[in-house]
């Protein structure tokens, strides 16, 4: 099955300064890699995603890039806020049939210093 | 538009008991998938149900099981519960897994489930 490594498992910047999390997966057939936010008490939030006919997408001030050749995506996050502080997971889609299952990294726990 | 709603919030149960979890999807939305998060395994896929059938399972025991009705809103059960079952489920609501929109995966709060 997919396997999602993300790193760092931690990352601490000063605020105004750009954080970079990476994922690589294992699974070539994996065509969908969404981004999570996740704050103290509650559920994973969608940030950001990329299917894999496409490289690179923005949205203000979050990015994300996708090598679908070295099977590794990233999360940029620019002029980092104290509220970007919280839990990043990336994930990818499986594709199994008409079955779908995301399989998520580790998390990142992003802190972002005043 | 209300979010994924999951009751109860906390749950405290004991050894051997069972438990059901509760899941209100998002309005329109018809696919509810259900995962579970610990530190040591971090957020692992249970199952993903459609149109009240169960469509795909993660690896886990027998003991967890789950069921769809027909406006969408999904329950989970997990029987003969064991310490190792102490985490927090989480459910996510999506269109449809036949739409060209894969994403929309929406999480709700979660129930935290302690077994003692």
């Known amino acids: 099955g997919e396997n999602v490594e993300q790193h760092p498992s931690t990352l601490s910047v000063q605020e105004g300064d750009s954080a970079v999390i990476k994922c690589t997966y294992s699974?070539?057939?994996?065509?969908?890699f969404p981004w999570y936010k996740q704050e103290l008490g509650k559920g994973p939030q969608l940030i950001i995603d990329?299917?894999?006919?496409?490289g690179e997408k923005k949205d203000q001030r979050i990015a994300v890039t996708l090598n679908k050749t070295a099977k590794h995506f990233s999360l940029h996050i620019t002029e980092t806020q104290p509220e970007d502080s919280a839990v990043y997971f990336c994930?990818?889609?499986?594709?199994?049939?008409?079955?779908?299952?995301?399989?998520f990294g580790s998390g990142t726990q992003l802190t972002v210093l005043p | 538009k209300a979010g994924v709603t999951q009751t109860p919030r906390y749950l405290i149960k004991t050894r051997g008991q069972q438990v059901t979890l509760s899941c209100s999807p998002i309005?329109?939305?018809?696919?509810v998938s259900w995962y579970q998060q610990t530190p040591g395994q971090g957020l692992q896929f249970l199952f993903e149900?459609?149109?009240?059938?169960?469509?795909n399972k993660g690896n886990f025991p027998g003991r967890f099981s789950g069921r769809q009705f027909s406006n969408s809103r999904s329950e989970m059960n997990v029987s003969t519960l064991e310490l190792g079952d102490s985490a927090l489920y989480l459910c996510?609501?999506?269109?449809?897994?036949?739409?060209?929109?894969?994403?929309?995966?929406?999480f709700g709060s979660g129930t935290r489930l302690t077994v003692v």
């Open positions: 996510a609501s999506s269109p449809s897994p036949r739409t060209g929109n894969d994403g929309g995966y929406t």
């Open positions: 699974d070539s057939a994996s065509n969908y």
């Open positions: 990329i299917r894999s006919n496409v």
């Open positions: 994930a990818a889609r499986t594709l199994s049939g008409s079955a779908r299952q995301l399989t």
């Open positions: 309005s329109g939305h018809r696919s």
């Open positions: 149900y459609f149109s009240e059938t169960q469509r």
